[in-house]
Structure formats: C-alpha cells, structure tokens
C-alpha cells in the first residue's frame, strides 16, 4: 500500500497550488482521508479531512476558506486545492488514511502516511 503526494513546489504568496494524493495498492473509498504538513522546525499539524464519500469536511483554522480537499474515489486519488497562500504555509504536506470513522484532527488516527511533497510560499 502506498500513497504517493505530488504537486508541490515554489510559489509567491497569494498563489495557489494543488496538490494530489494517489493511493496504490488497495482502496480507500470507504475510508476518510487528511493532510496534514510540518514545517522546519515544527511539529507535524493537521490541514484538512473528508470523509469517505467526501460529503464532509473539516479544516484547520489557519487554513479554513482557503483551501479545499475533495477526493475522486473512481481515481483513488485525494486532493488539497490552496489558494491565498501565505509564506507560513511553508511546509512539506502529507495526505494519510483514517483509521476512525469521524474526521479526526489527531496523527494517531491515521495511517499509511505518503512520502510528503514541499511547499514554499516565497513572500
């Protein structure tokens, strides 16, 4: 099982980003899925959940109507839509499963973490 994230990279501030998640080795349609990012020096933070059928959502304050997760189950595939961005989003961003039903904000609660994908928001 791996979940592989790509889309980061360099980017201004007030620029937007997407970044995509691809799950291989099983399914994870029936299972809520987050991202969460750290940055040098920090502690790794939850950014955003949904639920398997993507009909709920939850969000971290600092990033709450400007970022977006959805997910394509058909594609097996999670995405984070940034938009706004600001130079403390500066950080690597990974995407995991939930082991939980509910949209947990804890590390503990998710799993298969992917290889994360940088994030630089110059100001």
């Known amino acids: 099982v791996q979940l592989q994230a790509s889309g980061g990279g360099l980017v201004q501030a007030g620029g937007s980003l997407r970044l995509s998640c691809a799950a291989s080795g099983r399914s994870f349609s029936t299972l809520p899925m987050g991202w969460f990012r750290q940055a040098p020096g920090k502690a790794r933070e939850f950014v955003a959940a949904?639920?398997?059928?993507?009909?709920?959502?939850q969000y971290a304050d600092s990033v709450k109507g400007r970022f977006t997760i959805s997910r394509d189950n058909a594609k097996n595939t999670l995405y984070l839509q940034m938009n706004s961005l600001k130079p403390e989003d500066t950080a690597v961003y990974y995407c995991?499963?939930?082991?939980?039903?509910?949209?947990?904000?804890?590390?503990?609660?998710?799993?298969?973490w992917g290889q994360g994908t940088l994030v630089t928001v110059s100001s």
């Open positions: 949904i639920s398997w059928s993507g009909g709920r959502t």
């Open positions: 995991a499963v939930g082991l939980v039903a509910g949209l947990s904000t804890s590390r503990r609660d998710y799993t298969f």
